[in-house]
């Protein structure tokens, strides 16, 4: 266990009750005092010790909760006959990226998997120590495409795909842009409670824009520090199960065997076979100790950050926001179509704002704890 050293206690008690009065319950008085000082703002502690286990997790979630006075699991109402479920991620600390040994064995690696490319190779370092200073609530699953579809109806919203020429799909050998594809026609079949796809960056922008509106709340894409925190839930190793990604079976929906029925002996395979080559409908996987589904594998999940690949030298120690500005967004999480090393937890990736892949995604955040 990486030892870290622990932060003070910042959890605020909450004020104390007004006394009782003596006679006959008669309310108490403050004879001569002026105005009553407000409340005191709820704060929560900030998790020092990192890595932890399921049981912890679990702990930390409850006394979060407990001190601020709010549930770990928060469901909003985004239209229709659908809600969306959120869970409490505490604040902590952790070590974002890859460690050195994990770097080695990406190198030799990534080129057998065909997929990565040179990103694999140096912007997931240097591994450094984060800081969340602040919980937050974020979604169990990727928003489904029918979540998607109650807010493309009550805003009359058109993605990008859809007003031009189309969305990049699989076509049986190759990725290439086809016109006519979008999150209604990704190129496979799809029900309701499968992941929205071919959804661009400014797609997802829109819509927590719109569910901010709609719910009053502060809806957000998360920050890559905020997903990695999350997807890893304590965990310090490769995968969020282990560091083997063989161990990933009944873990998320990848490039398995199923996947390679479809695309070919083109890269490299989980070893199982989950039965869904491309999308699955979200939350069919076992969740992480924070009760987080699908952050490896379904669908890829844009963060808000702009793409860096230094930035992890210069990035600030606590709640980094990414750079200010560039030409691509960042992407975590690898989808339905992610090899191997695509599953890892600190695995990045990166394209325009304006690209839908047919595995490109997303989920929410809220940043507010309390409305």
Sequence with gaps: MLAIRPLSLLLILPLALALQAADKGAPATNAGAGPASPPAAKSAEVYAAWPFDAREAVRRQDETA?????????????????????????????????????????????????????????????????????????????????????????????????KSAGAVVWDGSAWDKVAGASWKKPGFEQTDDHPAVCISHNDAAAYCAWLGTKTGRTVA????????????????????????????????????????????????????????????????????????????????QWCSDWYDRGYYAKSPKADPQGPADGAHRVLRGGGWFAPPLGCRSAARDRIMPEYGFSYFGFRVVLNDLEK
């Design 66 to 162: 407990k001190a601020l006075d709010v549930h770990k699991l928060l469901l909003l109402n985004v239209g229709g006959k659908t809600a969306m479920k959120l869970v409490l991620v505490p604040a902590g600390r952790f070590l974002m990226g890859s460690s050195p040994k994990e770097l080695e064995i990406l190198k030799r690696e990534s080129g057998k998997a065909g997929v990565l490319g040179d990103q694999a190779q140096s912007d997931e370092d240097p591994q450094h120590e984060i800081t969340l200073t602040k919980p937050f609530f974020m979604a169990a699953c990727p928003v489904t495409r029918g979540q998607f579809a109650a807010f493309a109806a009550d805003d009359g919203y058109q993605t990008d795909a859809e």
């Design 221 to 300: 894409l998360p920050t890559e520090a905020q997903w990695e925190y999350a997807c890893r839930a304590g965990a310090a190793t490769a995968y969020p199960w282990g560091d083997a990604p063989d161990g990933g079976k009944g873990w998320c929906n990848a490039a398995d065997q199923a996947a390679k029925k479809v695309m070919g002996d083109r890269w490299s395979y989980l070893a199982w076979d989950d039965g869904f080559a491309h999308t699955s409908p979200v939350g069919k996987f076992k969740p992480n100790a924070f009760g987080l589904y699908d952050m490896p594998g379904n669908a890829s």
